[in-house]
Structure formats: C-alpha cells, structure tokens
T-cell receptor, first 112, second 112 residues
Framework: NAGVTQTPKFRILKIGQSMTLQCTQDMNHNYMYWYRQDPGMGLKLIYYSVGAGITDKGEVPNGYNVSRSTTEDFPLRLELAAPSQTSVYFC???????????FGPGTRLTVT | GDSVTQMEGPVTLSEEAFLTINCTYTATGYPSLFWYVQYPGEGLQLLLKATKADDKGSNKGFEATYRKETTSFHLEKGSVQVSDSAVYFCALSESGNNKLIFGAGTRLAVHP
C-alpha cells in the first residue's frame, strides 16, 4: 500500500520559473492538504480540498495554485518562483470521519 | 485565532531518561489534540491523539493527557530510546474544521 506519494523529492528552481509538485494518494481519501515547513517552524497550510472539484485556501496561499480533478491527485503549482518559497512541501490526506492525516515524504524546494 | 505553543528544542537526553515536551494551546471551541512525530528524512506520522477533555492518548510508550483547565497536552515517556530521536509536533483541530494547526516542533536527540 503506497499511501501518499510525492514527486519530485528535491528540486532547485531559478527565480521566476514555474513548476508543479505532484501528490497522489491511493486510500480513496476525500480530504487532501498541502503544507509548507520552514526551518524551525511548524507546518503552515497552503491549500486544501474536501473532494474532487473542490479546493480552498489555507493560511499561506499566495503564490500557489491547486486543482483537484480526481480523488487521487492534488497537484500544487508555483507560477513565478520566489526565494521566499524555498521550503519543504508536504502533502497529506484524510478519510471522511477520521482524525488522522497521512503525510507524504515531502519535496525539498530551493529557489535561487 | 487558534494556536499551539511548544517548548523550544533541542531536547537532549540520555537513553532511559524521562521525557516531557510541553504543549499549550489556544482555541475558541473544543479542539481535538494530536502529537505527530517526524523521523529524519520522512513525513509526519500520527503518534497519539485525544478528542475530549481528560482523555489520555498513548502509543509506543508515549502518553499525553488533554487538560482543558490548563489548555495543555504535554507529551511524556518514561524511558526514551535512541530510536525516539525525531522532531515532535503538537497540533490541534477544531471540531468540524478540516484543518490542523501545528506548533513549531521540538527536536529530541537521545544519545546512548
């Protein structure tokens, strides 16, 4: 059982470039989340989704976009990368009525 | 708004020492409380949870009690092992809310 998978594991971007962070879960979870983790800080919620076709902003959505065309996939898009977006990005999912969020292994992104 | 405050790390202990990591929270309602653990190079994993006042969550020798009167959820373990070395995050989720609010995390290092 793969759980939550994220690609890529590492990426270096130049300022102004764009990229998509991929997230897939195979647990048929309705809820999916994107977080960023900055050094010495807790996780901050970027965007979340309660089901296919439905997304909503979290605490720090500026500079990011998401889509949820299927239950399994929840990609995160950076359109114009900035140094402030250097961080580790985690995707998570949760089943309806459950408390636990299941996390992917993370993507370490550096913008220079 | 809701928030979680954890003791700053790093916490450095010898094997078999007693562990306490303090966590206090601010919430408008009646949140569920969680401890997540992040081992090096991995995503977060749920360690334990408590969903109402006076509940005790426990797992792998770790315990935490939901104290509404002191708005606290301190993590304890009677005898730590080297394999417990990780970053520990306290988090809350308001009832009916999809979101987790995380503390900044506390790094634990256990040496033989």
């Amino acid at each position: 059982n793969a759980g939550v998978t994220q690609t890529p594991k590492f990426r270096i971007l130049k300022i102004g470039q764009s990229m998509t962070l991929q997230c897939t879960q195979d647990m048929n979870h309705n809820y999916m989340y994107w977080y960023r983790q900055d050094p010495g800080m807790g996780l901050k919620l970027i965007y979340y989704s309660v089901g296919a076709g439905i997304t909503d902003k979290g605490e720090v959505p500026n500079g990011y976009n998401v889509s949820r065309s299927t239950t399994e996939d929840f990609p995160l898009r950076l359109e114009l990368a900035a140094p402030s977006q250097t961080s580790v990005y985690f995707c998570a999912s949760r089943g309806t009525g459950e408390y636990e969020q299941y996390f992917g292994p993370g993507t370490r992104l550096t913008v220079t | 708004g809701d928030s979680v405050t954890q003791m700053e790390g790093p916490v450095t202990l010898s094997e078999e020492a007693f562990l306490t990591i303090n966590c206090t929270y601010t919430a408008t309602g009646y949140p569920s409380l969680f401890w997540y653990v992040q081992y090096p190079g991995e995503g977060l994993q749920l360690l334990l949870k408590a969903t109402k006042a006076d509940d005790k969550g426990s797992n792998k020798g770790f315990e935490a009690t939901y104290r509404k009167e002191t708005t606290s959820f301190h993590l304890e373990k009677g005898s730590v092992q080297v394999s417990d070395s990780a970053v520990y995050f306290c988090a809350l989720s308001e009832s009916g809310n999809n979101k987790l609010i995380f503390g900044a995390g506390t790094r634990l290092a256990v040496h033989p």
